[in-house]
Every structure is written in structure tokens, then in C-alpha cells.
């Protein structure tokens, strides 16, 4: 099969690999679409996503396809049932595990992080993490379910009620995401900042977004929301979603940002607002729930899916050679 295989850092190749090996709990799958992420940029350049990738290493965690074959021990799908995969694999027995939080399981394993993914014409993963597509969910959208997950995890994280009003930081493609998942989750009003004017104007026009602010060259407004969600990473946008918090707010710090970065706040404001700053990690058993809402209608990501991408232009996109990107998938499978 063919294979875009990891072998260094920021080094990639287009490698013939044999088909995988299936053991009696595991399914194989005829890749359809893997989707490009953050995740994926850190990996490439030698930096951890959720664990370490090691290569040589078959990357791609955001997956859909065709089951092609399944263990003795699988019941749950069949051959030829569309499917995407959950690339997070929890031990079970740690701590974390045994008091329901395994998303920081001390022993975390993913697809197309720890173990082959997605970027080859077939993978492997445990039964447990492989779910039936339903029939109006297409493979190319059903690509997105892992992003979608994640926010929806950030987003159960919090407290929310109608009368909030929320402002999103970040006009990638996760903060669209929230943009529409909040209103999905019932508050009344959800305003996003960002500095692509495109984008900005789309979220008004397709997905109910209020007010937006280009932050190039306006200010989020300061002491006037209910929950935050930065979806950046940055310190001065982190210092941004404190500062945009009104008393007894919520500020969801989602943006994943360089490890040795730091950012300032006053803590006489935490106490005096009585905020609360949360952190928010992968996506524990919110996959049912990110699938529920393609099918049901309440998110449309086919507007945010800007690049389809062949393989061999994977490395071009992640050495930011491919412009304009608001959300790349890669078309694995024929």
C-alpha cells in the first residue's frame, strides 16, 4: 500500500508498505480522507502532539474510510461500513483512567501519533475507537469529527446557559468550529475575533455568528463576556480572553501554544471577577456527540474545508508552501 511515512524531522517520504496486520480486537480500514492539523505541524517539525511520534511513523489522526476487515473478536462494524476513527487509546489503569479522566492517561497511545494513521491507504486501530457514519454524513466531512470532538470536550468542560454571551478568539479553524458548537450548545450570542476579514464575514453570513472583531485593527471589547474560548495559543491573545472576561466569567484556554511560552495576568482581577481559566485536552467520549451534530445539522464543516490535498502535497502544506488554508483534508483512498 502506499504510505506517506515520517522518517525525520520535517522529512517525509512516499513509501510501498505492506498491509497491516490486524489483531482479533482491531478493524482495518481503506482510508478515505485524513485531515492536516496543528497537531500534525508539531509532529513534523519534532514537537509532541497528545504523546510522541517517533519515526518512522505514518501520521494522520483525523480519519475516515471503509472498513475492509475486522478481528475475530469485533462485532460492533462490519465490512463496508463507513467509519471514523477516535485515534485516542487509553490504558484503563492508571489513575487518570480510574477516576474518569482518561483523556490524561499516563499511558496514552494514538493513531497516527504513537501508531500508524491515517496517511496510507489502510490503518489499523482498536475496535473501541471505530464508529458507524451515518448515511448523511459524507467521508470528506466525517474527516472533521476529530476536530469537532475535541471542541466538544472543551465546550462540556464549561457551564453554559442561554442567556451567556460568548466571544471566540480565533478565526482558524477550530474557533469556527466553537463559533457554531456554542450556539449549537444554547447561548444566545456568540461574537468571534480573528484577522481575516473572509472569515470573519462567512461565520456572520452562514453560521449566526453576531459581532466580529478583525483584531489587526480594532480591540475586543474588555470586561463584557460570560465565556471566552481562546482558540489561538498566543500569549497576547491568551492576556486578550482575560482581559475580554466580565465578573464571574469563564475562559476556556483551548489554543495550543509553543511549550515554553508564557503569558501575564493580574490576579487581583481573577479574584475581584471570580473567574474561572480552564484548560482543555484531546476529546474523552465526545465522539458520539461530534457525529450527532453533522447529523442532525447543527454544524456544517464542508464551507471551512478549503484544500483537498493529495498526498504528495502534504509536505508542501505543512512547510506553508499552500496559502489560504482555512481547513486541509488529504484524499487518501480512491
Excluded: W
Excluded at 473501541?128 to 476529530?146: G, H, M, R
Amino acid at each position: 500500500m502506499k504510505a506517506l511515512v515520517l522518517t525525520g524531522v520535517k522529512e517525509f517520504e512516499i513509501q510501498e508498505l505492506p498491509t497491516p496486520e490486524i489483531k482479533p480486537s482491531e478493524v482495518l480500514i481503506n482510508t478515505a480522507y485524513a485531515g492536516v492539523c496543528g497537531t500534525d505541524h508539531d509532529l513534523y517539525a519534532g514537537r509532541p502532539g497528545s504523546a510522541a511520534a517517533v519515526p518512522p511513523i505514518v501520521l494522520g489522526h483525523e480519519n475516515s474510510g471503509v472498513v475492509a476487515a475486522v478481528g475475530a473478536e469485533v462485532t460492533g462494524v462490519k465490512v463496508g461500513d463507513r467509519v471514523a476513527v477516535d485515534p485516542n487509546i487509553y490504558c484503563g489503569q492508571c489513575e487518570y483512567c480510574l477516576t474518569q479522566r482518561p483523556e490524561l492517561c499516563d499511558h496514552l497511545s494514538a493513531v497516527g501519533v504513537t501508531r500508524d494513521g491515517g496517511l496510507a491507504e489502510q490503518f489499523t486501530a482498536p475496535a473501541t475507537v471505530v464508529y458507524k457514519l451515518p448515511d448523511n454524513v459524507s467521508l470528506k466531512d466525517a474527516a472533521a469529527i476529530e476536530p469537532i470532538s475535541c471542541a466538544v470536550h472543551g465546550v462540556d468542560l464549561l457551564k453554559l446557559r442561554p442567556y451567556q454571551k460568548a466571544l471566540i478568539i480565533g478565526d482558524g479553524f477550530m474557533g469556527q468550529l466553537f463559533a457554531q458548537i456554542v450556539q449549537a450548545y444554547g447561548v444566545h450570542q456568540v461574537d468571534l475575533a480573528g484577522i481575516f476579514d473572509e472569515k470573519l464575514r462567512r461565520n456572520q453570513e452562514l453560521f449566526g455568528v453576531k459581532n466580529v472583531f478583525n483584531t489587526t485593527r480594532e480591540d475586543v471589547p474588555t470586561d463584557a463576556y460570560d465565556v471566552i474560548i481562546e482558540a489561538v495559543g498566543l500569549p497576547q491573545t491568551q492576556a486578550q480572553a482575560v482581559a475580554a472576561a466580565k465578573k464571574g466569567a469563564q475562559v476556556l484556554m483551548f489554543g495550543v501554544g509553543p511549550q515554553e511560552a508564557h503569558f501575564e495576568m493580574n490576579t487581583y482581577d481573577i479574584y475581584k471577577k471570580q473567574l474561572t481559566i480552564q484548560g482543555s485536552f484531546i476529546n474523552p467520549l465526545t465522539f458520539k456527540d461530534a457525529i450527532s451534530l453533522l447529523e442532525s445539522g447543527k454544524m456544517n464543516v464542508a464551507p471551512l474545508i478549503s484544500h483537498e490535498l493529495e498526498l504528495e502535497e502534504v509536505q508542501d502544506f505543512l512547510d506553508g508552501k499552500i496559502k489560504g488554508v482555512s481547513k486541509a483534508v488529504v484524499k487518501v483512498g480512491r
